[in-house]
């Protein structure tokens, strides 16, 4: 078993990951051992928000080369989250 906190690691801002949060859809880079329901409990309890469905992939490993030396970035699973039509996530601060 696996702390919630350590289940999220950042959320993933991208073109695509700004279009879905009108759709009221954040997208995470999480652990890849967690599973959707470890993700639901984990961003329910961090945003305190209320979690309708999760879509995961597992992204692709990805080589690094540097110099002669070859090496490979960490492998994340991404996870859609949607939740309920109320509920949001402040994910840019407003200064």
């Known amino acids: 078993m696996h702390a919630l906190i350590d289940l999220v690691k950042y959320p993933l801002i991208?073109?695509?990951a700004t279009r879905l949060?009108?759709?009221n859809q954040?997208?995470?880079l999480t652990s890849r051992v967690a599973t959707k329901t470890d993700i639901k409990n984990a961003i329910e309890f961090l945003f305190n928000v209320k979690v309708i469905s999760i879509n995961t992939c597992l992204l692709p490993l990805k080589?690094?080369?540097l110099g002669k030396f070859v090496g490979s970035k960490p492998r994340y699973k991404k996870a859609v989250v949607t939740l309920e039509k109320?509920?949001?996530i402040n994910l840019f601060s407003e200064n």
Request: proline letters at 0%.
């Open 26 to 28: 954040y997208t995470f």
């Open 21 to 23: 949060l009108e759709l």
């Open 63 to 65: 080589r690094k080369r």
């Open 86 to 88: 109320n509920n949001t």
């Open 14 to 16: 991208t073109d695509k």
